[in-house]
């Protein structure tokens, strides 16, 4: 509980950001099949929304100075507002600028707020970054459900994602947070000028890039899996990406023990393999419950990974390079976030949805493989355990 209240002002902007992508995800299918689009179709536009994403991210920290106190306030109102306009698209020209604008303003919440939470766990020597995702998850997951069970009542998606930003509202009243010295970049012209520790940066990204690419493919396409696969009901549907955000809250919840006993590089080693696992059984279940226990192994699995690796650059990084190396960091990592789904779309055109996700269960084996072994012998180069 004293996590929790010490980082009560992020973990608000990760609960938006939560409710906001389960409810897309749960409302995935028909936003798909009312603006009219094929799987590569659907992927093509969520690539668009991906470049409107990357580009946010690369003036994030900008924005973070400008915004001051109320950076996430903002980000987040611009988050809820912009996931109205999916709900609204009928064609495809109308679908991708919406998710361009969408996805926009989530590349520039996702940046400010693990930028400011790593500032934080850096000044209050907590580690708060699974935590903070393990709420994200959550709030995934409750929202996925609710949307799961509304569509099924019949909702057209814009009124649901209204409901969305009325909570965001409310919410918002609790994201100022007031900007700290440390996290902004350097405005002292008699610091002498330093270089960022490159190849740790690009291996921990890559890492993050892997495991939120399966992450968010998997969000977005589990629900369309269940219902093609299975002949899954809306709601039965709804409960794939549920039972993901869950098991994915429960997963970050208890890595914020495991840290405290393992070292960061196998934790992710150990994650990761687990994850592999429930994908590629997810993907090729034969039943639909083993599906869903699939689905549940990955989120255990993938749930700790990229808020370990964002946590161990933060504690590595020192406090004058930190928010360059948040920002790098989150800008490889979470194109995974956007790069996913639409990778995933033109797989499934081409070989099927099964094989499209068990290539993400592959991918992830490459972190217990190669990424993380590459990491720890940099860090050791470094002086610093992972």
Not at 32 to 39: I, P, S, Y
Not at 131 to 158: D, M, Q
Not at 372 to 385: E, H, N, Q, Y
């Amino acid at each position: 509980m004293t996590d929790m209240r010490t980082s009560a002002v992020h973990g608000r902007a990760f609960a938006v950001m939560g409710f906001c992508v389960g409810t897309f995800a749960a409302y995935a299918p028909q936003l798909k099949a009312q603006a009219g689009l094929g799987d590569a179709d659907f992927g093509l536009a969520l690539l668009v929304g991906a470049a409107g994403a990357v580009g946010a991210m690369w003036v994030a920290p900008r924005i973070d100075r400008l915004l001051g106190a109320s950076a996430m306030t903002v980000c987040a109102l611009m988050l809820a507002a912009g996931f109205l306009l999916p709900g609204l698209a009928t064609s495809w020209a109308a679908f991708a600028a919406a998710i361009f604008v969408a996805s926009s303003a989530a590349g520039l919440l996702d940046v400010v707020m693990n930028a400011r939470l790593s500032g934080h766990e850096a000044r209050t020597g907590r580690s708060l970054m699974n935590l903070n995702h393990g709420l994200f998850s959550l709030a995934y997951a409750l929202a996925a459900l609710v949307a799961g069970l509304v569509r099924e009542a019949g909702v057209a998606p814009v009124w649901c994602f209204a409901g969305v930003l009325a909570v965001t509202v409310i919410l918002a009243f609790g994201m100022r947070d007031v900007v700290e010295p440390e996290l902004t970049e350097a405005t002292d012209q008699n610091l002498a000028p330093v270089v960022l520790p490159w190849v740790m940066v690009t291996l921990a990204g890559l890492i993050v890039l892997i495991s939120f690419t399966a992450e968010q493919a998997t969000e977005n396409w589990s629900a369309l899996h269940l219902e093609r696969a299975f002949g899954a009901s809306a709601a039965e549907g709804a409960l794939g990406p549920a039972v993901l955000g869950l098991t994915m809250g429960i997963g970050r919840l208890s890595g914020q023990e495991v840290l405290r006993r393992v070292a960061e590089g196998t934790l992710m080693q150990i994650a990761a393999a687990l994850a592999a696992t429930g994908l590629i059984l997810a993907a090729f279940a034969p039943v639909q419950g083993l599906a869903y226990a699939g689905f549940a192994i990955l989120g255990l699995g993938v749930s700790t990974i990229g808020p370990t690796a964002l946590a161990w650059v933060g504690k590595t990084i020192s406090a004058q390079l930190r928010g360059a190396a948040i920002s790098r960091m989150v800008m490889i990592g979470y194109c995974g976030f956007f790069v996913g789904p639409p990778v995933i779309g033109f797989m499934a055109e081409a070989f099927g949805l099964r094989l499209a996700l068990a290539t993400m269960g592959g991918m992830l084996l490459c972190i217990t493989v190669i990424l993380v072994p590459a990491l720890r012998a940099s860090a050791r180069r470094s002086g610093v355990t992972a």
